[in-house]
């Protein structure tokens, strides 16, 4: 942090810019020539959450993406069909045991298995082939696609979430002044930000696993140097396949997580798997960090524009890439 | 000697085709369905219902055995105009029945200028500039289109719910325009004000920043999406705990919502839709026709009951059936004779009485339905009413309706029209 500054002192004032000016139109009530401007605070509050909120489901389909992209190089294009099928195990768990959070501990370790499984009898045979990896992945992918759709049908699935947390609640943010001083604040769905408090914490988590612990010192050392590291006399398999289980039984909770805010249904595969490529290309492959900057850029700029400019909502993810990819093709946060 | 015979031989094997298409005791009926992609169960149930027709006629029309070929397209524009090419050309058809789906009505609409000589009825595709925007001769369609489904539904709202004052949230493609604009010139004209309109784009999944937009002081949200865009906005609506009564369009209730799983499709209770037909219309024609449906497929292989696709291809075959005999099977001439005899007179279908104008586009019943919860879980369309004789201008002069201008983000001009009439 201290040495970005340093090296970009014109850019790291920009971003302190943008980022308190964001920060005021959230907490400062809007007068009356700023909503002519931009329309109702209530709006552009709710885009914001919406983006920052959506940012985090993709941060937990895309941060397994990255990290096993990172240690593996591996680009495992069936990670869209780990997050479907976290998703219809998790609405078949909710369903018949009534507990939603149940759903969270059993599909993240079902699928880490079937992340095991794969790794372990799929991907180990082509090591260092990744072209082959990639194309086998591919297959995968369609395989398990028309799998699920053999066991779930063509439907639409929604996960229904816990009474404790259906419905808003009250956001300690004004959302607007009324003519009589009365102060309103922003009434927000709890589940939304229950899941972002939930993907902060697991980002949290995952950072301090990887920076303050030996595992992830392994992780690490295998990020740069996975001969080296083979070479010295661990035993790296076990690293790939305890990462390839947590970043598949991430996709699978993500998928919960997806079903309860938007809906599950065939096709999703590939929409998620599209959407982690695009965060971690912004992101940076292989950075967890990276992965977070870059959902929420996508997150916020899905919302943002869907309210402000819908024709064009669509192009703006793809804008911010081709930028990112033109300028900094390493990704944000990317090494190399 | 030898040469010679191998030359008429060959040359009888290429007129074969058109020697079967001048035999006397045969007429052939090309089926353009789709078989692929998005709607190919409802185009497998719109085979299905053209042989009902068919069998349910004797296999005869007009003194002639008809024949059938199908031809698959996958709701793309040139396939479609490819298969009916092969249909005319290599199978020698006289007859076409289908497009499904919107675009490729339009291609049909320009492919049939071509083949001045024979005959398109219309499968169920509903897009408005398929009639009304230079329309060919020889294209008939019997099924309403996309802006007459939501015909009816705006005087319901405004007169039986009391519901003057709507936003409206709807798909941003041609679809979501033509079908919002029936409902709007309805809802206009009978006094109700839209308050703001939004477009979302189709696929969209996340409506949080929109459903927060939405104006506080309405009586009503207008939806005019459909299938997973549905879903997620009625789960998404129902977290941000907004409570306000719902009006959808023809797509918001179909059975791909209806069937999702979970819990989002409950905030639907109580929202009135319009379109094409309502599964428990009393009218006896469409009870006999939908117990012979029942009977000629077993239960595996169809649906419950016939879907929109079906009820259109099954009312395209009895319109070419019905003018058949009054025609004696007469196709000669181009086929003059034939199309005088589909648009003279009103054909009875399942729907009621179709008519069609000088477009020949169908004048007919749209079907104002209500979902309730069935009992058993579930939800169902129950039929609430009906508007009947909705035509091509949805009540309007051809002036006016030409003066509002073709579907879009801006038109209807709901002020306009309610100052206007």
Excluded at chain 1, 15 to 26: F, N, T
Excluded at chain 2, 138 to 156: C, I, K, P, S
Aim: net charge negative; glycine share 12%; with cysteine.
């Amino acid at each position: 942090m201290q040495s970005f500054i340093q090296r970009h002192p014109a850019w790291s004032l920009l971003i302190a810019l943008a980022a308190a000016v964001l920060l005021w139109l959230i907490f400062a009530p809007w007068s009356a020539g700023l909503e002519e401007m931009l329309g109702r605070k209530r709006v552009f509050l709710n885009a914001v959450f919406g983006g920052i909120t959506l940012g985090a489901l993709y941060f937990l389909v895309a941060s397994g993406f990255t990290l096993i992209f990172g240690l593996m190089r591996n680009v495992n294009l069936a990670h869209g069909s780990l997050y479907l099928l976290g998703g219809y195990l998790g609405f078949e768990i909710s369903e018949r045991t009534g507990s939603w959070l149940l759903a969270f501990p059993v599909v993240f370790i079902v699928v880490g298995l079937l992340g095991i499984v794969l790794q372990n009898q799929v991907f180990r045979r082509m090591e260092g082939e990744e072209l082959r990896q990639t194309m086998v992945t591919i297959g995968l992918s369609v395989v398990i696609a028309d799998l699920l759709l053999w066991a779930w049908g063509g439907q639409s699935y929604t996960i229904y979430s816990p009474d404790w947390l259906s419905g808003p609640m009250s956001l300690p943010v004004i959302s607007s002044v009324n003519d009589e001083g009365e102060i309103r604040y922003l009434r927000y769905p709890a589940v939304r930000m229950a899941i972002l408090f939930a993907a902060i914490v697991i980002g949290i988590g995952m950072w301090l696993v990887l920076n303050k612990t030996r595992l992830g010192m392994l992780v690490r050392a295998g990020v740069d140097d996975r001969e080296m590291l083979a070479a010295s006399g661990v035993r790296i398999q076990y690293v790939f396949l305890a990462v390839f289980a947590f970043g598949a039984g991430l996709a699978g909770i993500a998928g919960i997580v997806g079903g309860t805010f938007q809906s599950l249904s065939p096709g999703e595969d590939t929409r998620f798997l599209l959407a982690s490529l695009v965060v971690v290309i912004v992101g940076g492959m292989g950075s967890i960090p990276g992965a977070a900057i870059g959902a929420l850029i996508i997150g916020l700029s899905e919302q943002l524009g869907l309210v402000y400019a819908p024709t064009y909502s669509v192009v703006f993810t793809f804008l911010i890439m081709a930028a990112v990819l033109a300028f900094r093709p390493q990704g944000l946060l990317g090494q190399g | 000697m030898k040469k010679a015979l191998i030359a008429s031989v060959s040359v009888g094997a290429l007129l074969l085709p058109a020697a079967a298409m001048a035999q006397d005791d045969t007429v052939k009926l090309g089926i353009l369905v789709a078989l692929e992609g998005a709607f190919a169960e409802g185009g497998a149930d719109g085979v299905r219902n053209v042989e009902l027709a068919i069998q349910q006629a004797g296999g005869m029309a007009g003194g002639k055995k008809i024949e059938t070929v199908v031809a698959p397209t996958d709701t793309t524009p040139d396939t479609t105009v490819r298969q009916a090419r092969k249909l005319i050309e290599q199978d020698g058809v006289d007859i076409i029945l289908g497009p499904l789906s919107g675009s490729e009505g339009i291609a049909m609409r320009d492919y049939a200028k071509t083949i001045p000589d024979k005959t398109v009825i219309n499968g169920i595709s509903g897009a408005l500039e398929t009639t009304w925007v230079d329309p060919a001769e020889n294209f008939f369609r019997f099924n309403l289109d996309g802006a007459q489904w939501g015909a009816g539904l705006g005087t319901y709202v405004v007169k039986e719910k009391g519901w003057n004052r709507v936003a409206t949230v709807a798909a941003d493609y041609s679809f979501g325009y033509t079908n919002f604009l029936g409902f709007a010139v309805d809802f206009c004209r009978a006094g109700g004000e839209i308050v703001e309109r939004f477009w979302v784009p189709l696929g969209s999944s996340d409506f949080g920043g929109v459903i927060a937009a939405l104006p506080d002081d309405v009586d009503a949200i207008y939806l005019g999406v459909g299938g997973t865009d549905a879903i997620n906005f009625l789960n998404q609506y129902n977290q941000a705990g907004a409570e306000t009564n719902l009006i959808g369009g023809t797509i918001m209730a179909d059975q791909t919502v209806l069937t999702s799983r979970g819990r989002a499709k409950d905030a639907l209770i109580g929202t009135p839709t319009s379109g094409a037909l309502a599964e428990d219309n009393p009218d006896p024609a469409w009870r006999e026709y939908v117990a012979a449906y029942q009977e000629a497929f077993p239960e595996g292989e169809r649906f419950p009951s016939p879907s929109l696709f079906g009820v259109g291809y099954y009312v395209a075959a009895l319109a070419a059936i019905d003018a058949l005999n009054e025609i004696d099977g007469d196709l000669s001439g181009g086929q003059a004779k034939f199309r005088e005899a589909l648009a003279d007179d009103p054909l009875d279908t399942p729907l009621g009485p179709v008519s069609l104008n000088e477009n020949r586009q169908a004048t007919g019943t749209v079907f104002i339905n209500e979902v309730q919860d069935d009992g058993q879980g579930g939800l169902k369309n129950v039929m609430v009413g009906k508007a009947e004789n909705v035509n091509q201008t949805l009540g309007m002069t051809v002036e006016e309706f030409t003066a509002m201008g073709l579907p879009s983000r801006d038109t209807p001009d709901c002020a306009a029209l309610a100052s206007g009439g």
